[in-house]
T-cell receptor
Framework: GQQVMQIPQYQHVQEGEDFTTYCNSS?????IQWYKQRPGGHPVFLIQ?????EVKKQKRLTFQFGEAKKNSSLHITATQTTDVGTYFC???????????FGAGTRLFVKA | DTEVTQTPKHLVMGMTNKKSLKCEQH?????MYWYKQKAKKPPELMFV???????INESVPSRFSPECPNSSLLNLHLHALQPEDSALYLC???????????????????FGAGSRLTVL
């Protein structure tokens, strides 16, 4: 079945450092979504990528979708304490009907 | 209104109890979902309702029984649960059904705050 792997499992950074999480799928994806879940909170949608090689930016966040549509990354520039939380990628395989979540990357930011 | 509302926020129940979790959205979304999330794990899909009909059941045990009374409401009836069923239960909705074309944002999930369930 479809699997979506996400690394690293967690990362500790000093405030101001950059952070990247990577997502890889065993199958070609029709789209990939990214969600953020704050501690004690619920997943909140950040962005959706659909096109091969797509790059989107939201302020300090940069999202990429690989050329083969099997991998994606989220990069945060100059992390802030408000970036703390778990970042999930979620993909739907081509022709599929279910959105499968990656395991998530927990980000810890030290002030 | 861009929210998904879940009640109760917290629920403690015994293994012989019957209880229900409720979810409501007024965004006109056509698909509603139940996810189960254990600590430090991703949300795990349980059920999907599309246009008020059950379209996906991820082989969930029958002690969990979903119900969709109308397009705005989604319930999850709980009976004879086990301690390992303790988790955060998340309701979500999306504008379109899971089969909606990929280019649209129609399958973006809007989650509720969740119901934290403890089974004793």
């Amino acid at each position: 079945g479809q699997q979506v792997m996400q690394i690293p499992q967690y990362q500790h950074v000093q405030e101001g450092e950059d952070f990247t999480t990577y997502c890889n799928s065993s199958t070609t994806l029709s789209n990939i979504q990214w969600y953020k879940q704050r501690p004690g909170g619920h997943p909140v949608f950040l962005i959706q990528l659909v096109k091969s090689g797509e790059v989107k930016k939201q302020k300090r966040l940069t999202f990429q979708f690989g050329e083969a549509k099997k991998n994606s990354s989220l990069h945060i520039t100059a992390t802030q304490t408000t970036d703390v939380g778990t970042y999930f990628c979620a993909g739907r395989r081509t022709g599929g009907f279910k959105t499968i979540f990656g395991a998530g990357t927990r980000l810890f930011v030290k002030a | 209104d861009t929210e998904v509302t879940q009640t109760p926020k917290h629920l403690v129940m015994g293994m012989t109890n019957k209880k229900s979790l409720k979810c409501e959205q007024h965004m006109g979304h056509r698909a509603m979902y139940w996810y189960k999330q254990k600590a430090k794990k991703p949300p795990e899909l349980m059920f999907v309702y599309s246009y008020e009909k059950l379209s996906i059941n991820e082989s969930v045990p029958s002690r969990f029984s979903p119900e969709c009374p109308n397009s705005s409401l989604l319930n999850l009836h709980l009976h004879a649960l086990q301690p390992e069923d303790s988790a955060l239960y998340l309701c979500a909705s999306s504008q379109g059904s899971p089969g909606t074309p990929r280019q649209s944002g129609a399958n973006v999930l809007t989650f509720g705050a969740g119901s934290r369930l403890t089974v004793l």
